[in-house]
Nanobody, 116 residues
Framework: QVQLVESGGGLVQAGGSLRLSCAAS????????MRWYRQAPGKQRELVAT???????NYADSLKGRFFISRDNAKNTVFLQMNSLEPEDTAVYYC??????????WGQGTQVTVSS
């Protein structure tokens, strides 16, 4: 089994920053892509950012320059640094990891609320 534990969400004023973390544990040989998604009330879940095992990154066009994804392979952890937050960034943020030979796993979600 693989478990994902997210942390770092909360309430922040517009213009502020938050850093999300997602730590994977359990029966893990290696992790390939790690991703962050978000889902705002009444909207579909959307892909925020992806990071490959080698550190290559990709972002939703609307978030480039404000959000930054990184990972610590030794700790099986992925991070999302979110800067210049806007009320429109309010959502539940989920991490998703591709575990070799085991498949995709999802975190429990962490709420991010940005007040205006």
């Amino acid at each position: 089994q693989v478990q994902l534990v997210e942390s770092g969400g909360g309430l922040v004023q517009a213009g502020g920053s938050l850093r999300l973390s997602c730590a994977a544990s359990g029966s893990i040989f290696s992790i390939n892509d790690m991703r962050w998604y978000r889902q705002a009330p009444g909207k579909q879940r959307e892909l925020v950012a992806t990071i490959t095992r080698g550190g290559g990154t990709n972002y939703a066009d609307s978030l480039k320059g404000r959000f930054f994804i990184s990972r610590d392979n030794a700790k099986n952890t992925v991070f999302l640094q979110m800067n210049s937050l806007e009320p429109e960034d309010t959502a539940v943020y989920y991490c998703n990891v591709q575990v070799s030979y085991r498949g995709d796993y999802w975190g429990q979600g962490t709420q991010v609320t940005v007040s205006s």
